[in-house]
């Protein structure tokens, strides 16, 4: 099993590698020009439009999903967007430094948009070309929501934090799911095949860039917090040797948000490389889904508009295949369905779609620490510690003990909470702009700001210390208008049944964020996948292999 699969990375990762090589924007085992005597079923149909399975979307249910249809040798077209980040830049890198922002760095925008915006009230964000880059901020009323672009979807720009959520509070978010399974089968299913790993404890008690955790773990244990290790999809053996200074550095130089350079697992190095390397999945990239429908014999009809890295269209086509995944992530799908209900392209799906969406109670805040407390100029880039105080019936939160990068010292500690607020919003069609419109209450977001400040107030009460007001928009202290985790929009057994099938079509999936509805009471991208692992393999013994 292991040599099965470590083969097929072998090959998925030379397919990657020569299609960044020629620029190729379809990339499977016979364009990566690997000999076909190497594996056992060269894609049959590359040069066909209808495929027996369509993925659309290469985050972590996309992935997963595209691996498994490979496995059970079903031939299947993953879509993506965004690009294929393996070809360096005129800097040798393929990514860009947070403090160091170029084109690479969003999708199409004209300046970056950082989630902290200013440091002593002066706007950091730098103009840069646009392009198709790989981190993008999609802006609506009183809520912003930050999504990756290209082949890896979020695993290429987040924090890597690979946390599984506590038992009881899935139970409570899914009463109809068999937890036992999720946390005896899927949960460490996923957990292994991501490369979850703790931080090694040396790292964490003695590297001067692991300062800031030491000095937040020490105040919340002061104020009567618990602290816990935080899981994560880097790769710690190669932060020790960024530690002992033997290789290039990554999560150790500001790499993060904009890509990592090295260290972290990130999809493309994992899943889709295994996929690829069944031989019966084929990538196509800088291609996005623009309209579904269905024709009369049931077979799924996709529009996708093909750009180049510049943004300018060079082609439309048009797929079909028997069996369609929609795995854009919370936003995507959601914005797919939504507009193929309004316009009545698909118009049997029903009234739950768009609706459950939520931030998963994410707050960002920052104290201000003593001149005695510095919190380090050297800071890595992967948060490793969460502060805990889930179990408080009134508040419950988890604030994450962040990074902040600055190459100065600031005494500044940063957290990123997950709170568990019954906020939800909603999607709506406007017809002027052709999009989906995310619907979020300017006052939504006070629960979780209430949850938050119960925790940091206690701490800063006990430590004479302060808020920043210098670092978000509007000199707020609680960073209320951004999420990292949009979740929800197409709820598992709402808007489709309890595996994913859509309700009102036959062989339509949703396999991604948009299950969840709005909160998970801990990081999303673990859930996101033993899910999506848990729905795929039900899917593909009852609908597609009978
Ligand atoms: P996702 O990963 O968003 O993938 C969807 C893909 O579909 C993207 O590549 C899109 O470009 C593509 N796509 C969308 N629409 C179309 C279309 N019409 N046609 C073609 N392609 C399309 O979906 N989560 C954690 O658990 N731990 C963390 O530490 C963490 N940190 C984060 C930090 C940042 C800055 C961000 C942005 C997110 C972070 N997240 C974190 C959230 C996590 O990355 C997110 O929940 C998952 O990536 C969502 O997975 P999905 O499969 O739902």
Same mark, same amino acid.
């Given at each position: ?290 309209? %579904?429908?269905? $024709?009369?014999? +049931?077979?799924?009809?996709? @529009?996708?508009? &093909? =750009? ?6 060079? *082609? ?21 369905? %939504?507009?193929? $209900?309004?316009? +009545?392209?698909?118009?049997? @799906?029903?009234? &739950? =779609? ?6 998963? *109670? ?44 600055? *190459? ?139």
């Amino acid at each position: 099993m292991k040599s099965n699969y470590s083969r097929r990375r072998f090959l998925g990762l030379s397919a990657l590698g020569t299609a960044s090589i020629f620029g190729l924007s379809t990339i499977n085992l016979l364009t990566g020009c690997i000999d076909e005597e190497l594996f056992e079923n060269p894609n049959e149909n590359t040069n066909s439009d209808h495929f027996k399975a369509i993925v659309v979307g290469t985050g972590y249910g996309g992935a997963v999903s595209a691996l498994r249809l490979g496995e059970a040798k079903i031939n299947t077209l993953m879509i993506e967007m965004g690009q294929l980040w393996d070809t360096p830049g005129d800097d040798g890198k393929v990514f860009c430094k947070i403090n160091a922002p170029d084109k690479r760095a969003m999708w199409f925008k004209n300046k970056t948009e950082l989630p902290l915006s200013s440091f002593l009230w002066i706007n950091i964000n730098r103009n840069i070309e646009s392009y198709a880059g790989v981190l993008d901020r999609l802006n609506y009323n009183n809520m912003s929501v930050y999504v990756g672009r290209g082949v890896g979807g979020g695993s290429l720009v987040n924090g890597a934090i690979a946390m599984t959520p506590p038992r009881s509070y899935f139970e409570e978010v899914f009463p109809e799911v068999d937890a036992g399974a999720m946390y005896g089968t899927y949960y460490p299913r996923a957990n292994q095949m991501l490369g979850v790993d703790v931080i090694p404890s040396n790292l964490l008690e003695n590297s001067s860039y692991y300062r800031f955790t030491r000095v937040s773990r020490k105040q919340a244990h002061r104020s009567g917090f618990k602290t816990q290790l935080v899981p994560n999809a880097y790769d710690f053996n190669y932060m020790q040797q960024e530690e002992a200074g033997t290789v290039e550095k990554s999560a150790y130089d500001n790499e993060v948000i904009y890509g990592n350079n090295a260290g972290k697992k990130s999809l493309d190095k994992t899943y889709i490389a295994d996929a690829l390397g069944t031989g019966y999945v084929t990538l196509k990239v800088l291609h996005k889904v623009s309209r %579904i429908t269905q $024709k009369e014999n +049931g077979v799924y009809e996709l @529009l996708v508009v &093909e =750009i180049n890295a510049e943004g300018n269209v060079v *082609g439309e086509h048009t797929f079909t295949c028997d069996h369609l995944v929609l795995a854009g992530g919370t936003m995507g799908t959601s914005s797919l369905l %939504i507009k193929a $209900k309004a316009k +009545g392209e698909l118009p049997n @799906l029903n009234n &739950e =779609i768009g609706k459950n969406w939520g931030p998963n *109670g994410n707050i960002m805040t920052a104290r201000a620490n003593h001149v005695w407390n510095p919190t380090g100029k050297k800071q890595s880039t992967i948060a490793v510690m969460a502060i805990n105080d889930w179990d408080n019936p009134a508040h419950p939160v988890i604030a994450e003990v962040s990074p902040l990068p600055m *190459g100065i010292e600031s005494w500044i500690s940063l957290y990123l909470a997950i709170t568990k607020s019954p906020e939800r919003g909603y999607f709506n069609y406007d017809p002027s702009k052709d999009e989906a419109i995310l619907n979020w209450g300017a006052n939504q977001s006070e629960p979780s700001v209430a949850a938050v400040k119960n925790m940091m107030d206690k701490i800063n009460r006990k430590e004479f210390t302060t808020y920043r007001y210098d670092l978000f928009e509007d000199k707020k202290a609680f960073a209320d208008y951004f999420t990292y985790h949009p979740l929800g929009g197409c709820v598992l057994g709402k808007a489709t049944d309890l595996y994913g099938r859509v309700e009102g079509y036959q062989n339509l999936y949703v396999n991604d964020g948009s299950l969840i509805p709005g909160s998970i009471g801990a990081n999303p991208f673990v859930t996101i996948t033993a899910l999506a692992e848990r729905n795929i393999e039900n899917i593909i013994k009852n609908d597609i292999l009978i």
